[in-house]
């Protein structure tokens, strides 16, 4: 089983809002940094949202700050991402990402585990 499962993706027009969710399995939650990372087509990855894994902190991308909340449930295992004010300009492929014992850099190169991605698409 894929140590990181994405879900929660889909179709939603401009102004609209989605949850995403990001589930581990095999891996000590508590232990990593999260982050969620994007890539729109012809274009490179980008670090969206990340958490430390030891308070909470957090980080973002100045292109989502305001609109996206980055949130971690250690007892579920599940990492989340609530994306309000959607515009056509965040549509891409997201990405969950796991970082052992980090903070909150969203520097993709740090990042160990990866899931496969959920796509959201945002119509105007």
């Known amino acids: 089983q894929a140590p990181l499962v994405e879900s929660g993706g889909g179709s939603v027009q401009a102004g609209g809002s989605l949850r995403l969710s990001c589930t581990a399995s095999g891996l000590t939650f508590a232990d990593y940094a999260m982050g969620w990372f994007r890539q729109a087509p012809g274009k490179e990855r980008e670090g969206v949202a990340c958490?430390?894994?030891?308070?909470?902190?957090?980080s973002y991308a100045d292109s989502v700050k305001g609109r996206f909340t980055i949130s971690r449930d250690n007892i579920k295992r599940t990492l989340y991402l609530q994306m309000d004010s959607l515009k056509p300009e965040d549509t891409a492929m997201y990405y969950c990402?796991?970082?052992?014992?980090?903070?909150?850099?969203?520097?993709?190169?740090?990042?160990?585990?990866w899931g496969q991605g959920t796509q959201v698409t945002v119509s105007s």
């Open positions: 958490i430390s894994f030891i308070d909470g902190s957090t």
């Open positions: 990402a796991a970082r052992k014992y980090g903070g909150t850099s969203c520097a993709d190169r740090l990042f160990a585990y």
